[in-house]
């Protein structure tokens, strides 16, 4: 399992960019997924993207084009670069990690997220 920070949320107006933060450390050993999901109140939760520990990528259509998911294995972080951002991004922000089977990262069964970073989008 993992443990996980988030950071670097905040208020921007529409159409601007936000650059999102993990700091993880690892627990156990062998193959991984990370990802990032957001969540709305009341709503559930909404898988964005996810990074095998090879470096293939996977996106949620919402967000395909605009999000950019990376790490960096040398110091154990996690990014997500928001760009084209719009109300309708507004939420709480989670990096987690998400359930790995043999082909790779599903966009789903999130486990260890950290507190969340929030993210506004408003003019």
């Known amino acids: 399992q993992l443990q996980v920070r988030e950071s670097g949320g905040g208020s921007v107006q529409p159409g601007g960019s936000l650059r999102l933060t993990c700091a993880w450390s690892?627990?156990?050993?062998?193959?991984?997924?990370m990802g990032w999901f957001r969540q709305k109140p009341g709503q559930e939760r909404e898988g964005l993207a996810t990074?095998?520990?090879?470096?293939?990528?996977t996106y949620a259509d919402s967000v395909k084009g605009r999000f950019t998911i990376s790490q960096d294995h040398m110091t154990d972080t996690l990014y997500l670069q928001m760009n084209s951002l719009n109300p309708d991004d507004t939420a709480m922000y989670y990096c987690?990690?998400?359930?790995?089977?043999?082909?790779?990262?599903?966009?789903?069964?999130?486990?260890?997220w950290g507190q969340g970073t929030q993210v506004t989008v408003s003019s």
């Open positions: 690892r627990v156990s050993y062998g193959p991984y997924c």
């Open positions: 987690a990690n998400p359930r790995r089977f043999r082909g790779g990262c599903e966009m789903g069964g999130w486990r260890s």
């Open positions: 990074i095998d520990d090879d470096g293939t990528t």
